[in-house]
């Protein structure tokens, strides 16, 4: 049997529609419980600031979190050694909702005027990702099909049943960041307003995505 590989290749501009802001909050404590229950009342205390801005508690979700020793030089009868000077927790979680900037700014107002002061980061993704990776998909094998019909029709053969499609199944990313980096809430990232907020003028680009759909045809 005659078989004919064609690569085809997908490519989508969307629009993001979902604002998630990426949050880190951390701590030393001397005890390793200790460091336990500091995080999860940090957690409770940012949920509760949360929550005025119509979040549920289940909103507010765990990226990583880790808890590692710290430790500290000193010498000792001429030789340096190491003890141990507590624990450190490192806590990510992220929120989303759907964008607003009006909303965003008062929760950025919030966030400054809390104890915890967590960095953060703000990026932009698609709510119905998978809608959009099935149009990538099928742009792929329409080019493939394409593709395969210029080559057929030159070389004076004919596509018959496709016997099999490969794609790879990874992870397409859809998210941008305007702001390529953490921030603090002492950093100056917006001007503030009388109304308990933030000023906040962010309009995300297009997400820019691709992907390959490889389809093997009979050919006769």
């Not at 005025?52 to 880790?66: A, C, I, M, N, V």
């Not at 792929?140 to 029709?153: F, I, Q, S």
């Amino acid at each position: 049997m005659r078989t004919i590989r064609i690569t085809g290749r997908g490519q989508i501009k969307v629009h993001p529609d979902m604002t998630r802001i990426t949050m880190t909050m951390e701590g030393i404590t001397p005890e390793y419980a200790e460091t336990l229950r500091r995080s999860s009342e940090d957690t409770e205390t940012l949920k509760g600031v949360l929550e005025p801005f119509g979040f549920s508690r289940t909103d507010l979700k765990t990226l990583r979190f880790d808890v590692s020793p710290e430790f500290e030089s000193y010498r000792q009868m001429g030789t340096y050694k190491q003890r141990l000077t507590g624990y450190r927790y490192e806590h990510v979680l992220k929120l989303e909702f759907a964008s607003d900037n009006a909303r965003l700014g008062k929760i950025l107002y919030a966030l400054s005027g809390c104890a915890l002061r967590p960095r953060f980061q703000i990026s932009y993704t698609v709510k119905d990702p998978e809608a959009a990776k099935n149009e990538l998909l099928g742009k792929a094998v329409r080019d493939a099909r394409e593709k395969a019909d210029v080559l057929t029709g030159a070389a004076g053969v004919s596509l018959k049943e496709i016997q099999s499609v490969d794609y790879s199944w990874g992870e397409i990313r859809f998210e941008c960041s305007p702001m390529n980096r953490e921030l603090r809430m002492d950093d100056t990232l917006c001007a503030p307003s009388a109304a308990e907020s933030f000023a906040m003028d962010i309009e995300p680009d297009d997400i820019d995505v691709t992907d390959t759909v490889t389809v093997v045809w009979e050919i006769a």
